[in-house]
Every structure is written in C-alpha cells, then in structure tokens.
C-alpha cells in the first residue's frame, strides 16, 4: 500500500518538475500591446491593459523581438534561465502617421464586445503583406479595424477561436471591407 501511495504521489508531483524545465519571458514597456515574437515565433500581446503577460519559453539564448505597426520594431537577445523570468523593458520608437485618404478593414461576424471578449478575447495575429499589424480581438468587431491607404492588400491572420485567414483584399478609400470569420 505505501508503494502504491509513494507511487501516486510521485505521479501528481511530474507536472511540478516539468515546469522547472521552462523560463520565462516578461516584456514591460511602450506600446503595452506590441506583439512580442521569441525567435521570430509569435507568443502573444506584451501586455494587456498595462499589465505584461508572462510567457513559458525553452531555456538558452532567444531573440525577442516587439513589434508594433505604429513604431519601429525592437529586438534583443537574452539568455532565458529554467525556472526563472526574464524580463525586458522597451519603448518602440513611434512612426510618422501614414497620410489619408483610407479605407478600413476588418473581421466579421466576430463576437460582440464585452469586458470578457476584450480581456480574455482571441488574441491571434493578424499579418497585413506578411508584417504583424495587430489582434483578431481589436477588429471582430463593428467599431474596429485596421485604417489602410486604398489598395490590395494580403492579409494573414491567426485566430485562436476561428478558422485561419489567408487572402487578398482590396481596401477602397472611404469604404469597409469585412473578411469574414468562420468558427473552426
């Protein structure tokens, strides 16, 4: 019986073990929301609503990078340790605004905007010709989009909740083009 009791204990205590495998990455800085990629991989928004998010990594050497389509993009090595946090502070240089007219994409149908969907929303990429340009949660929605210069563009986009987005749109000026959103 104590074996089989040492035995079950030892099972429930792997998890626990496992996790000392991992480090971490926290990125404070300005923009909050820039999207943080770790070796060119995407991970996730730096922060939400000011408060950084923390991200479980391999250890060793990583590439952090930040980006964010207003500023010019940040990038740093740093060594990530087992067990421990690595935290990086950045402030993105801010672009000169792009000049009007626009026209505007975004999601839909989405889901409606509440406190829930915007904390805890689908925080999936969304690629404008192959650079990071934002959230899926930041333009679901009717009052959100992206504000781009008419022309074609290729727009990417990696939902959690919704099926992956890979097409051309064609932006006109004063207009909004909806992609569609489809549930997976």
């Given amino acids: 019986m104590r074996l ?5 204990v030892s099972l429930l205590a792997l998890p626990l073990c496992a996790a000392d495998d991992e480090g971490y990455i926290k990125a404070r800085g300005n923009p909050t929301g820039a999207g943080l990629f770790v070796d060119g991989k995407y991970v996730g ?10 991200y479980a990594v391999e250890p060793g050497e990583r590439e952090i990078t ?16 087992a067990g421990k946090t690595t935290k990086i ?6 672009l000169e605004p792009p000049k009007g007219p ?3 994409i975004r999601f839909g149908p989405g889901l409606p905007e509440s406190f829930m969907s915007v904390a805890h929303g689908d925080v999936g ?6 650079r990071f340009w934002g959230f ?15 022309g074609e563009y290729t727009i990417r986009a990696e939902p959690r909740d919704f099926a992956p987005v890979n097409q051309k749109v064609t932006v006109e000026a004063n207009k909004v083009t909806v992609i569609p959103l489809t549930r997976r």
């Fill in 102 to 104: 626009f026209g505007r």
């Fill in 4 to 8: 089989l009791i040492l035995f079950l």
């Fill in 125 to 130: 990429p969304i690629y404008v010709n192959d």
């Fill in 136 to 150: 899926i949660d930041e333009l679901n929605n009717p009052g959100g989009g992206i504000m781009l210069p008419p």
């Fill in 45 to 54: 928004p730096a922060g939400r609503f000011t408060v950084p998010e923390k």
């Fill in 89 to 94: 502070k950045y402030k993105l240089k801010k």
């Fill in 66 to 81: 930040l980006r964010d389509p207003r500023f010019e993009e940040y990038t740093t090595k740093v060594t990530v340790t």
